[in-house]
């Protein structure tokens, strides 16, 4: 199956996605963890991305559509996949169908202080990358991952700033 999850940042799309990858033995292929891992491997692509999203905008389209393309062509996900944050706009829309085609669209829709309350209380493992919620799906102890046993974080763009700005 390949399916896109669409909807605004917290909405839980990375958290079903997790889930429904799990069960379909497919990757669950995130832009904002492809774009988090070129910048903390400081790549050329990495540098130019921090550049875009410390600010709070997006990615342009053409960079975007480019890095899915290139992650689609991988092994694990000639079987299928799942789309998280992408595609954004139409133009990027238009570049995925010329590249591949999609079984299903979920669209998880919520509203704007829903959004905000969410995102501030969203905490990330700065080892694994493991999603907590301070309300929703705490971690066992207080700002340490479940998981590995390392310190949880705020995201840059999950900052009233950058939240207001997206």
Excluded: W
Excluded at 5 to 16: C, D, I, M, S, Y
Excluded at 96 to 106: C, E, I, K, R, T
Aim: proline share 4%; with cysteine.
């Amino acid at each position: 199956m390949k399916f896109i999850f669409f909807g605004p940042p917290g909405a839980g799309k990375g958290t079903l996605a997790q889930r429904v990858a799990q069960i379909y033995q497919i990757p669950h292929i995130s832009t904002g963890d492809i774009f988090r891992t070129a910048i903390k491997a400081q790549t050329p692509l990495g540098k130019k991305i921090y550049a875009i999203i410390n600010t709070g905008a997006l990615v342009n389209d053409d960079v975007t559509a480019t890095v899915v393309k290139e992650r689609l062509e991988q092994s694990d996900a000639r079987k299928g996949f799942i789309l998280d944050g992408f595609p954004r706009t139409i133009l990027q829309a238009e570049s995925l169908d010329a590249f591949s085609v999609v079984d299903a669209a979920v669209n998880f829709d919520i509203g704007d202080a829903a959004i905000v309350a969410r995102l501030l209380e969203r905490r990330v493992c700065k080892n694994c990358g493991q999603n907590y919620h301070l309300s929703f799906m705490p971690s066992e102890k207080e700002d340490i991952c479940d998981k590995c046993g390392q310190a949880l974080f705020i995201r840059d763009d999950d900052k009233i700033e950058s939240i207001k700005n997206r």
